[in-house]
């Protein structure tokens, strides 16, 4: 099958430090080529892959850029326009406000479909060869936080609350001490080790020594990158019964969800009680690229018959990105 897809981020492929929704993309797209698919991508920047790259232009119809080569289209936004071939969209975020989606659109858990009123989703996978082996033994004596550290939805603030009231150190992957401009965030805690916006090895190897992820968001996490990538290099999850968190950590050795503060610290104070190997094999067998490659294919060979993926557009009547509430 011949894949096109599009995607319109500055951020080039492979992703480094920046850029979830890229590597997710990159996992995808190397997962369909090992599968003998041809793919190449209509995007802005070409990155390494100038040879299977269309330059995307916002000035011009989409229609105009997409040649007679791919067999389906897959767009990383909610394209609106026509096109003559077949194609799918699958929405990496949240509705801001009231909107529709395509109906052939693809969401990223059961929730995150539901709360557009859809039913279609896939599971993010990763490609795991890319982070190297987890850290089952001992790990050295720290928590991390994976995340905007200046978002109000990923709540760093609560996951240093939870590290500070039972004594436990947290690294911070995602953001600096002091933040200024747009949403600006400082901290003063003696407990918290800020890393800054890190990537590639000394992320991973900053995720595999921890104890675990602290992660209270206070939204409905579309799907959750930081926690598969946590899970995958052996350490537990900490967080909200939120979004897709229930669908992602529904087994009891991997970690535990709370809306409580008290609960959650109580929970972290045990982390030792979860299984590291557990947490490994899980994220492993279930969020990797191959299964997302598998589920996309049968998605597409649907699209390319006619069939639709939605029994109707989907759509959101608010903001499904409002603050959620947590207790004490």
């Known amino acids: 099958m011949r894949i096109l897809h599009a995607y319109a981020t500055r951020l080039p492929l492979p992703a480094k ?40 232009d916002r000035d011009k119809p989409v229609s105009e850029q997409i ?34 989606y395509p109906q052939n659109t693809v969401f990223l858990s059961e929730k995150h479909a539901s709360n557009h009123h859809a039913s279609c989703y896939v599971y993010n996978g990763l490609d795991w060869r890319d982070y190297g082996e987890p850290h089952t033994g001992k790990p050295d004596n720290y928590f991390h936080f994976l995340g905007k550290a200046r ?33 600006p965030y400082f901290d003063f805690h003696l407990h918290t080790r800020f890393k800054g916006m890190v990537g590639g090895e000394e992320k991973h190897r900053l995720i595999r020594r921890s104890k675990g ?62 299984s590291r190997q557990a947490c490994h094999e899980y994220a492993r067998d279930v969020f990797n690229a191959e299964v997302m490659e598998q589920r996309y294919y049968k998605l597409y060979e649907e699209v390319i018959n006619g069939h639709v993926l939605n029994n109707a557009k989907p759509h959101a009547t608010g903001n499904v990105s409002e603050i959620l509430p947590m207790t004490d």
């Open 17 to 56: 430090k920046y850029g979830g929704t890229e590597r997710v993309i990159w996992s995808l797209a190397q997962a369909q080529m090992r599968q003998g698919h041809e793919v190449k991508f209509l995007a802005r920047n070409a990155g390494e892959l100038a040879s299977q790259t269309l330059k995307y």
């Open 67 to 100: 040649t007679d080569w791919p067999d389906v289209v897959h767009f990383h936004w909610p394209y609106e326009g026509e096109l003559d071939k077949p194609f799918l969209c699958t929405e990496h975020g949240n509705a801001g406000e009231a909107r529709t």
């Open 151 to 183: 978002s109000a939805l990923k709540n760093l603030d609560g996951a240093v609350r939870i590290a500070g009231n039972v004594n436990e150190k947290l690294a911070v992957l995602g953001g600096n001490r002091f933040n200024f401009g747009r949403n």
């Open 213 to 274: 992820l602290i992660f209270p968001v206070r939204w409905h996490e579309p799907f959750g990158l930081a926690i598969t990538e946590s899970l995958f290099l052996g350490t537990p999850v900490f967080s909200t019964p939120y979004g897709s968190l229930p669908e992602l950590i529904n087994n009891a050795d991997v970690g535990f969800l709370s809306s409580s503060y008290k609960e959650l610290e109580q929970a972290v104070a045990q982390a030792d009680s979860f």
